[in-house]
Structure formats: C-alpha cells, structure tokens
C-alpha cells in the first residue's frame, strides 16, 4: 500500500480526533496538573496498539506510547497544557466559561491531538507492513512553564531515537524553518533584618531596597545586551507594611537571547547585579535556577519533507461556518497588516481576504528568530527536529490570546487533523527511504559538532519543585 493509506487511515480516525480535541479544550489543565488531559490521549493510544509508559522522569503527566520495532525510530511531540486566566467559550466576543479559570490559548488541545493522529495514522502503516520502524508518541507535558522536556532528556526518553516531527497551532499553514529564544528562569530571593520603619529604621536592612536595586540595576544592563534579548521580570514578595523595614522579597525573572550561551552570558551578570544590590544594602540574596531551555535548531531536512507533505496534501476546506466564525474573530483583532507583511508576497493577498489561511506556504522564516522560548528547543538540541504549523487560528491571531481559545475549540480542529495526515505522511517517508534519516542525521551532527547539550534544569532538581517557585 502507498502512503495515500495512511492519509486515509488519519482520515477514518477524524470523527474520533476532533471528539478528543474538544474534550482537551472543554477541561483545561495548568502544566503538571494534566491528569485527565494525559490520561485521555493515553488511552486514545492504547486503544490504538501502543504500549503506554507513565509517569516518565518522575513526572506524573508524561508519558510514552511506542509501536512497532527497530530501526528507525521516529517521535511525535504531543502536548496538552493550558493557561492560566484564558477561559473563554468558542465565540467571538470575550467570554469566559469561568472567570480566572484556565484556557486553550496556545492550542496544545490541537496540538496533542494532532500528533496523536499522526501516531495512528503511521502506526496503521507499520502494521500493514508498508513500512518498517518504530513509532514513539512523546507525551510532554508543562510545555508553558518548560519544565516537561528538559527533564524528559535528562530521564533519557529521547535516546535513540533517529528523528522527531512536531507541530503548533499558528495562523498560518506551512513547514517551519525560523528560531526562537533560548531562555533561563531565576528566582532572586533577598534577606534583611525587620525594624519598625518609623522609630527603628537603621535596625533594619530592607530586602524590597534590594530588589528595588538590582532590578534598577538590571535596567543599565539593557544597552549592552543583543537587541533580540529579552529581560522580564516580576517581583514576587514586596513586604506586608509601609511601617515595617521588609526582611524578606524577592523577584522572579526570565532571561531571553538568541542562543543558549548569551543567555548563559547574561544570567551571570544578573547574578552579580543582584550580589550588588545585597552588598548595596546589606543582605543576603539566594539565587534558585529554576530552569531553562535552548533555542530551536532547525533541520532542513525534515522541514522540506514536512512541506513536500503538506503540498502534496494541498492544505485543508473548513466549511463556510467556519471561516465565516474565523473572520468574525479577525474583525476583533485590529489591524494584522505587520502579520500578514512576513508572509512571501504572493500569499498576502490572500491573507487579507480570508478568515483561515488553509493553503501551505512554503517554508519563509529561514532568517526569523522568534520572541518566544519553548522547551522543544531543548529536544532540537538531542535529536533531529521537523515542525511546522497550521492554521488553527485566523490570520494575525496571536497566541495566548482570547481568540486564540475560541479558535481552538471550535475551527482549529479542522488544521489538527490535516497537520496529522502530513506529520503521518512525513514519518512514512523517514520510515521508507533510509538516506532521508542519514541525511538528517547528517545535518544534525554537523551543526551539533561544536557543541555539547547541558542540562537546562536545576542538578538532582525535582520538576515540582522547579516549577513551584
């Protein structure tokens, strides 16, 4: 049988992947808590033939589902974590189902469904014969506090495996060739001495004076970073009283750039900022690492068998509900123009015309380096990594948005199912032509060859712990 069986067998699950799709979407789980979420796509899978491992790297919520045997052996990344405070019904006005309730606004209801279509619809291929290896469905939960994966590496879940194919929810369709930002994430945690404000003050040693500090300290540094890097920051515990000189506060912040040692770079000179400002005022800071993780590593060689897929399959139809639904959420975002401006010339009309730009587009981001960190840059970093995008959202959507959630739990299943057909279609490939793995390979090594991958979690560090700070 030919790849179209695959696409096929991805098709006849259709009914069954836009149910689970929705039931992610209707309960919305924080990272770590996904216990119905990853329970749902595990049974999905071991319904299908897969054998399930939990509780993988000592995380309650990730798992790995594998079939078949030998080489090679080919990943799916599955997520399924929510966001906090993104409630939101499937319309196009904002609506919270719950106030401050949790909400698909990074689409990882689509996402882990999406690839774990993509897992049956390869698996099917396995089964019949068609093709021979190894198909592992990477349940990797808390992908929005990128405590999932790092650890899931460390624990060894990726060893051998040839290559990884993944995806995300976007507003456009198309294989991914861009970056990211490689990030850290730090608490900063001062100690002084309390006094009464008032009539005691030079008792005291004001831990807030110190964050107030370093975070102004923090600011001077900003002309001498690369212009992509990012600094964040959120003071956490600023003190009780007015009247009381604070003993304890602390401060929470991320550390983005480019590439992993610039962001190394600059995370040390935010420790000594903060060493300065405990000298400054004189108290102790703790500093807790709370973890991090790589840049994206993008492999051309997956990336152009994605796309190949993707224009074979020729994108996806909605119906005429949809994209009108898709163009009423479109109306609310203002104006999308700087959006539509990074698409190739020939695509931006229809951009501007339609609600869901359902049509691939060939790999454009070669030079773009995304704002966002994601911890499957750490996995590019282990293992060849294809990805891509599709349509789940209308054009100009950003994430973690309002619209974005209603997207997700109603239009966007549409792009999940094809994005399944083209990841199962591109492992069939990997699985059929053993140079196309060599070659993958090939290019991983060269671009690794001059770097060796660190953990990006804190050493004997536990994920709760990391993520509780």
């Known amino acids: 049988m030919s790849k179209e069986a695959a696409f096929e067998a991805v098709e006849a699950e259709r009914e069954h992947l836009v149910e689970t799709a929705l039931e992610l979407w209707e309960n919305p789980e924080l990272g770590l808590a996904e216990y119905e979420s990853a329970a749902l796509l595990q049974d999905a899978l071991s319904e299908a033939g897969f054998e399930v491992e939990t509780g993988v790297a000592g995380i309650e919520t990730a798992f790995v589902a594998r079939y078949g045997e030998g080489d090679p052996t080919v990943g799916l990344l599955g997520e399924f974590d929510a966001l906090p405070d993104l409630s939101q019904r499937a319309a196009a006005e904002r609506e919270p189902v719950e106030a401050g309730a949790p909400g698909h606004g990074c689409g990882h209801n689509l996402f882990g469904v999406g690839s774990l279509g993509a897992a049956v619809g390869i698996k099917r291929a396995v089964e019949r014969g068609d093709v021979s290896g190894t198909v592992v469905y990477f349940g990797t939960p808390a992908e929005e506090i990128l405590v999932g994966k790092p650890f ?14 993944s995806w995300h929810p976007g507003w456009y369709t198309g294989a991914s060739v861009g970056s990211c930002l490689a990030m850290n994430s730090l608490q900063f945690a001062f100690e002084g001495e309390a006094s009464h404000a008032g009539s005691a ?40 009283a007015p009247n009381v000189v604070d003993p304890e506060a602390s401060v929470w912040y991320y550390v983005r750039a480019p590439d ?17 400002a405990a000298l400054m005022t004189q108290t102790d800071v703790d500093v807790d690492f709370q973890g991090g993780t790589y840049e994206v590593l993008t492999n051309h060689t997956l990336a152009d068998v994605i796309d190949e897929n993707m224009q074979t399959l020729g994108g996806f139809e909605v119906s005429e509900d949809d994209e009108a639904f898709a163009r009423e959420l479109k109306e609310t975002l203002g104006d999308v123009s700087d959006q539509i ?4 010339e020939e695509y931006r009309s229809t951009a501007r015309r339609r609600g869901l730009l359902t049509e691939p587009v060939p790999p454009f981001d070669e030079d773009v380096v995304g704002t966002y960190s994601t911890d499957s840059g750490s996995v590019s970093q282990v293992v060849p990594v294809g990805r891509c995008r599709a349509a789940t959202w209308p054009v100009g959507t950003p994430a973690h948005s309002w619209q974005a959630v209603a997207a997700s739990g109603s239009v966007g ?11 199962a279609g591109s492992a069939y490939d990997l699985m059929a032509d053993p140079d196309l793995v060599a070659a993958a390979s090939e290019e991983f090594e060269t671009a690794t060859a001059d770097r060796d991958y660190q953990d990006t979690v804190p050493e004997d560090g536990d994920p709760y712990e990391t993520a509780d700070h």
Request: cysteine-free.
């Open 341 to 344: 401006g990074t698409l190739p």
């Open 413 to 423: 299943v549409n792009a999940a199912v094809f994005v399944a057909k083209a990841l």
């Open 260 to 276: 992993r040692e610039t962001v190394e770079e600059m995370t040390d000179w935010i420790r000594d900022v903060a060493r300065g």
């Open 152 to 165: 899931m590496i460390r624990a060894g879940a990726f060893d051998d495996v040839d290559a990884v194919l």
């Open 201 to 240: 003050p030079e008792a005291g040693r004001s831990a807030l004076d110190a964050v107030q500090l370093m975070n102004v300290g923090v600011e001077f540094t900003r002309e001498h970073v690369p212009d992509e890097a990012r600094i964040h920051y959120a003071v956490e515990n600023a003190g009780a």
